[in-house]
């Protein structure tokens, strides 16, 4: 079976086509495939199918082997595979398990549109909030010299969050259009270098909290993202965008 690798800021993904659905879905292939040592190593696997009514279905699963929630940066590379596949020129509609999504192809960036954000849960030290996946958000001080891993770990693990658990991002503004993020995912158990759907997350929340104009640049350890956004009605968000590179960077044959 073929596969590709793509990434999008050092979030890294085995892309499959699965066009025929021939792909043999289950947990322990799929985190198999995804181990760094034993397998090709990647933060998630993600199929893609066809769909009637748009360009191509995607389904992603976390590292761990699980179906997943929505991944921004995993949403970009497949449209970067599909745009390779010729499935589309410059822009494509898509299916993924939070709904439709738009997005382009403009040289190496891929621009994504992200689902409206309507309800965001604001605590006194942290906000919660769904941006295609379950996000916590923490604004930090030196963010480069946080233990992310057990940080994050503690609070993907906490009670507040049970049973499914959360991604959790640590963020501190560098200018009044800057963020540096870093993010613990669930699924993957481990800080990876950029997480979408969390920078996008944390760019609405540097609005809410620190009135940070759109677009926001956020620096995470694999490069740089945008996100850009509208306020909608009672503090919620529309025409989201997330925009960043997304290339293909290599491709192989999976042992039967
Ligand atoms: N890396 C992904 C997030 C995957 C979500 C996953 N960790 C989950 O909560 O199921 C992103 O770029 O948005």
Known sequence: MDFFKYQG??????????????????????????????????????????????????????????????????????????????????????????????AAVNGDEVSLKMNDVTHIDQQPDFTFLNTGSPHYVKIVEEVEAMDVVAEGRAVRYSDRFAPGGTNANFMEPTSDKRLFVRTYERGVEDETYSCGTGVTASALVAHQQLGMQSPVSIQTLGGMLRVSFETGEAGGFSNVYLMGPAVRVYQGTIKA
């Open 9 to 102: 800021t050092g979030n890294d993904f085995i892309l499959i086509d699965d066009r025929e659905e021939t792909f043999p879905v289950s947990q322990d292939y799929i985190a198999h495939l995804c181990h760094r040592r034993f397998g090709i190593g990647a933060d998630g696997l993600i199929l893609l199918r066809n769909h009637p009514a748009y360009d191509f279905r995607m389904i992603y699963f976390n590292a761990d082997g699980a179906e997943g929630s929505m991944c921004g940066n995993g949403g970009r590379c497949i449209v970067r595979f599909a745009h390779d596949l010729g499935l589309f020129e410059k822009e494509t509609r898509f299916l993924a398990v939070d709904g439709e999504h738009q």
